[in-house]
């Protein structure tokens, strides 16, 4: 099965601009989790989608939303992006019931300058 | 509030050595623990779960509640266990997949 893929893997954007992310999930998988990594945070949780639906938040501004398709595919947007936002963003993916595992992209790494 | 503590940035060991790689974590319900490794210029991935009890290209992890910590350790670390480590947590009670990461140990293993 193909892994779980992420575009864009690189974007570059400036202070007040909105950007969407893409997650493709593995097939058959019904859960995409979203994070983000920073140098000073470490990993920190955005939010968990599951069938369609938004199934747990992190501490995260407004400014970050997200959703998930039919086809279990996700976006997460930001709008009005700060410099704080420059970060590698990460989606996981998983089956769904006992198997918790989570299998992770490669991230988009995004900078706002 | 769930919180993982990974005690150490850095951890420098020679081929061959024993490695202890330390997790303590503060959670009121039941945990799930996890240890995810990413290897340079990889992605993150699963090195082991503590439900599953299992051994992982040498590692392994025992969940002890009553310390609260699940430390990964290895009896003889190979060249090609330098890599960054997490420490991560999820709630087995709970029907959603949030992890709450540890800030992570950079093993690197001298030849």
């Known amino acids: 099965k193909a892994g779980v893929t992420q575009t864009p893997r690189y974007l570059i954007k400036t202070r007040g601009q909105q950007v969407t992310l893409s997650c493709s999930p593995i097939s058959g998988h019904r859960s995409v989790s979203w994070y983000q990594q920073t140098p000073g945070q470490g990993l920190q949780f955005l939010f968990e989608y599951f069938s369609e639906t938004q199934r747990n938040k992190g501490n995260f501004p407004g400014r970050f939303s997200g959703r998930q398709f039919s086809n279990s595919r996700s976006e997460m947007n930001v709008s009005t992006l700060e410099l704080g936002d420059s970060a590698l963003y990460l989606c996981a993916s998983s089956p769904g019931g006992l198997h918790t595992t989570q299998y992770f992209g490669p991230g988009t790494r995004l900078l706002v300058l | 509030a769930q919180r993982v503590t990974q005690p150490e940035k850095l951890l420098s060991v020679f081929k061959g050595a024993p490695v202890e790689l330390k997790c303590n974590y503060s959670?009121?319900?039941?945990?799930?623990l996890f240890w995810y490794v990413q290897y340079s210029r990889q992605r993150l991935q699963l090195l082991l779960r503590?439900?599953s009890r299992e051994s992982i290209k040498g590692f392994t992890a025992d969940l002890n509640k009553g310390e609260t910590s699940f430390h990964l350790k290895k009896p003889f670390a190979q060249e090609e266990d330098s890599a960054m480590y997490y420490c991560a947590l999820r709630d087995s009670g709970g029907s959603n997949y949030k992890l709450t990461f540890g800030k992570g140990t950079l093993l690197t293993v001298n030849p």
């Open positions: 959670y009121s319900g039941s945990p799930e």
């Open positions: 503590h439900i």
